[in-house]
C-alpha cells in the first residue's frame, strides 16, 4: 500500500525558512516522478514544484522559483521542499503526491495518484 508522509510545517514569520519532507513506502520510489502542492484555505490546489525520478530535473511555478528547491533522497524514499524567503502568501497545506506517468506537464494534479495527507505551513506578516 502505497504511503506519503509529510512533515515540516509550522508557524514562522516572514522571511524565514522552512524544510518539509515527504516519506514515502510502499512503492518502488525511486521510479516515479514526485511532485509538491498546496492549498490556501478557499482556493484550489496548487502546484508548487516537481522533481525527475533521478533527480536531475526540477520544474516550479512561478510564484516559487528562485526561493524554493525540491529534491529527494532516493536511498531514503524521501521528498524534501526547501522553502526559503517565505512570504504570507505562502500560508497554505502542502501535499506531496506521486506522479502516474513521465510526461511534459508538471503540474497538473490529475496526473498525480497518491497524495499525502499535507503538513500546514503558516506563514506570519
Known amino acids: 500500500q502505497v504511503q506519503l508522509v509529510e512533515s515540516g510545517g509550522g508557524l514562522v514569520q516572514a522571511g524565514d525558512s522552512l524544510r518539509l519532507s515527504c516519506a514515502a513506502s510502499?512503492?518502488?520510489?525511486?521510479?516515479?516522478?514526485m511532485g509538491w502542492f498546496r492549498q490556501a484555505s478557499g482556493k484550489e490546489r496548487e502546484f508548487v514544484a516537481g522533481?525527475?525520478?533521478?533527480?536531475?530535473?526540477?520544474y516550479y511555478a512561478d510564484s516559487v522559483k528562485g526561493r524554493f528547491t525540491i529534491s529527494r533522497d532516493n536511498a531514503k524514499n524521501t521528498v524534501y521542499l526547501q522553502m526559503n524567503s517565505l512570504k504570507p502568501e505562502d500560508t497554505a497545506v502542502y501535499y506531496c503526491?506521486?506522479?502516474?506517468?513521465?510526461?511534459?506537464?508538471?503540474?497538473?494534479?490529475?496526473?498525480?495518484?497518491?497524495w499525502g495527507q499535507g503538513t500546514q505551513v503558516t506563514v506570519s506578516s
Open positions: 503526491a506521486k506522479a502516474r506517468y513521465v510526461t511534459t506537464e508538471w503540474g497538473d494534479p490529475k496526473l498525480y495518484d497518491y
Open positions: 510502499g512503492l518502488p520510489f525511486s521510479t516515479y516522478r
Open positions: 522533481i525527475s525520478r533521478s533527480g536531475g530535473i526540477t
